[in-house]
T-cell receptor, first 115, second 115 residues
Framework: GAVVSQHPSWVICKSGTSVKIECRSLDFQATTMFWYRQFPKQSLMLMAT?????????EQGVEKDKFLINHASLTLSTLTVTSAHPEDSSFYICSGRDRGTDTQYFGPGTRLTVL | AQTVTQSQPEMSVQEAETVTLSCTYDTSESDYYLFWYKQPPSRQMILVIR??????QNATENRFSVNFQKAAKSFSLKISDSQLGDAAMYFC????????????FGTGTRLKVLA
């Protein structure tokens, strides 16, 4: 079945550095991809929606200059957390929509820890 | 704007018994989808069941079934013959039938299964 992978699964970085998270759709083309953030014991909060070849649409309150999203191909989207700070520590989940089946598949998530 | 409410932060059920998780939502749209997702400790989001709003028949998937009351905007999940592996966070989610197909998640219900 369709799968979405994320890399890395866990990353630790120093405050002030930038971190890139990759999200890949396997066995299907994800015309639309979504990025979520999940704090411990909380729900998923949508950060942004991206379409292949277009600029991402960010949710209210999400800093687009801090969370750079690129959706360069139908199978790859990346989230770059720029100048990361400890408050950016969270669990980041991506998902991809398979237009053919109108089904959204979630990646396994990436745990970001900023020291 | 659409909202999803899960009023039960935590539920417990005895193994082999039946439990019902509640979810209400608010929307002005007539066409949409509702989902229940399971998030085990691995944090991988797993689709449990999906309901199309235009379908009057309640969706079922093996031991999982829903009670979809469109007029009341209610979407509860019933788990029959509960198993230890059902223990997880359960999220109710709403998705518009229109682009950009964003998901709106409820706050989640933690289900504990007692042996």
């Amino acid at each position: 079945g369709a799968v979405v992978s994320q890399h890395p699964s866990w990353v630790i970085c120093k405050s002030g550095t930038s971190v890139k998270i990759e999200c890949r759709s396997l066995d299907f083309q994800a015309t639309t991809m979504f990025w979520y953030r999940q704090f411990p014991k909380q729900s998923l909060m949508l950060m942004a929606t991206s379409n292949e070849g277009s600029k991402a649409t960010y949710e209210q309150g999400v800093e687009k200059d801090k969370f750079l999203i690129n959706h360069a191909s139908l199978t790859l989207s990346t989230l770059t957390v720029t100048s990361a700070h400890p408050e950016d520590s969270s669990f980041y989940i991506c998902s991809g929509r398979d237009r053919g089946t109108d089904t959204q598949y979630f990646g396994p998530g990436t745990r970001l820890t900023v020291l | 704007a659409q909202t999803v409410t899960q009023s039960q932060p935590e539920m417990s059920v005895q193994e082999a018994e039946t439990v019902t998780l509640s979810c209400t939502y608010d929307t002005s749209e007539s066409d949409y989808y509702l989902f229940w997702y399971k998030q085990p400790p691995s944090r991988q989001m797993i689709l449990v069941i999906r309901q199309e709003a235009y379908k009057q028949q309640n969706a079922t998937e093996n031991r999982f079934s829903v009670n979809f009351q469109k007029a009341a905007k209610s979407f509860s999940l019933k788990i029959s013959d509960s198993q230890l592996g059902d223990a997880a966070m359960y999220f109710c989610a709403y998705r518009s039938a229109l682009y950009p197909y964003k998901y709106i998640f409820g706050t989640g219900t933690r289900l504990k299964v007692l042996a």
